[in-house]
């Protein structure tokens, strides 16, 4: 299963980043997960938000549209081939 169909099958989520991609490195970033366990930190405060991207930001997909979030968390799923 590819990513686009992850987040159709809702295994999958795309969100607009709070930050721009200040801490996340993209505007969109597309989460290994449902909507329900996007974790809360991801978006919260500068502080908290800066620290969790910074210890999680592997796992997650970011890009500037939401195609390219997909398409990075794709890449990273595959060990980047």
Do not use: H, I, K
């Amino acid at each position: 299963m590819d990513v686009e169909e992850m987040v159709r099958a809702g295994r999958a989520t795309v969100r607009e980043t709070r930050y721009a991609g200040v801490y996340e490195g993209g505007e969109w970033a597309c989460f290994p997960c449902p909507a329900g366990e996007v974790p809360g930190e991801a978006f919260g405060s500068d502080v908290v938000a800066s620290a969790w991207w910074a210890e999680n930001g592997s796992r997650v997909g970011v890009g500037d549209t939401p195609e390219a979030a997909m398409g990075d968390l794709a890449s990273r799923l595959t060990g980047g081939s």
